[in-house]
T-cell receptor, first 117, second 109 residues
Framework: DAGITQSPRHKVTETGTPVTLRCHQTENHRYMYWYRQDPGHGLRLIHYSYGVKDTDKGEVSDGYSVSRSKTEDFLLTLESATSSQTSVYFC????????????????FGPGTRLTVL | QKEVEQNSGPLSVPEGAIASLNCTYS??????FFWYRQYSGKSPELIMFIYSNGDKEDGRFTAQLNKASQYVSLLIRDSQPSDSATYLCVREAGTALIFGKGTTLSVSS
């Protein structure tokens, strides 16, 4: 258990509304990630953070913003949700990389299922 | 985007058999590779990683890496019905990970 929680776990919202998903970790990991998972596409990186207030874009960042004001929390915001953002969202943290070659191993939270109507 | 390619399956094997899951990748610069297991409706779970050419064994799992052929595989020995899941082949890409779409494994009892 990597000590990662996500909230909410399920959400249904309407097109055009803002939505914020929260990822919380308890183990002081520096790197945190947001992915989305869709049938036929696999897991795709949205944004990631490498420290407080330090974030960068991933492969599918359009329509999403993130913030990290504390080490333990990484927020993903959909400013104006669209139906194409219906997906399962996973937060992940990077492990300590104690073993050679393992520096980028990532551990996932339980996920948030978001439906945009 | 430099892809990781996997056969989507399903791969069906009887209980006790060896399941062989394969993937290929296109970025020769990748150093480390990971295998994740994902049960339906659950989050991906790290099984093992490999970064050196050759085999790496962990219990019933063996990961194989051939960088010259850009090929990664996962062997599951003595397959159990509880191994039925989707297996994700993943390569490292600097700070991020690039995921394959996964191969669904079904182990019948």
């Amino acid at each position: 258990d990597a000590g990662i929680t996500q909230s909410p776990r399920h959400k249904v919202t309407e097109t055009g509304t803002p939505v914020t998903l929260r990822c919380h970790q308890t183990e002081n990991h520096r790197y945190m990630y947001w992915y989305r998972q869709d049938p036929g596409h696999g897991l795709r990186l949205i944004h990631y953070s490498y420290g407080v207030k330090d974030t960068d874009k991933g492969e599918v960042s359009d329509g999403y913003s993130v913030s990290r004001s504390k080490t333990e929390d990484f927020l993903l915001t959909l400013e104006s949700a669209t139906s194409s953002q219906t997906s399962v969202y996973f937060c992940a943290i990077r492990g300590t990389g104690a073993s050679p070659g393992s520096y980028n191993e990532q551990f996932f939270g339980p996920g948030t299922r978001l439906t945009v109507l | 985007q430099k892809e990781v390619e996997q056969n989507s399956g399903p791969l069906s094997v009887p209980e006790g058999a060896i399941a062989s899951l394969n993937c290929t990748y296109s970025d020769r610069g990748s150093q480390s590779f990971f295998w994740y297991r994902q049960y339906s409706g659950k989050s991906p779970e790290l099984i093992m990683f490999i970064y050196s050419n050759g085999d790496k064994e962990d219990g019933r799992f063996t990961a194989q890496l051939n960088k010259a052929s850009q090929y990664v595989s996962l062997l599951i020995r003595d397959s159990q019905p509880s191994d039925s899941a989707t297996y994700l082949c993943v390569r490292e890409a600097g700070t991020a990970l690039i995921f394959g779409k996964g191969t669904t494994l079904s182990v019948s009892s």
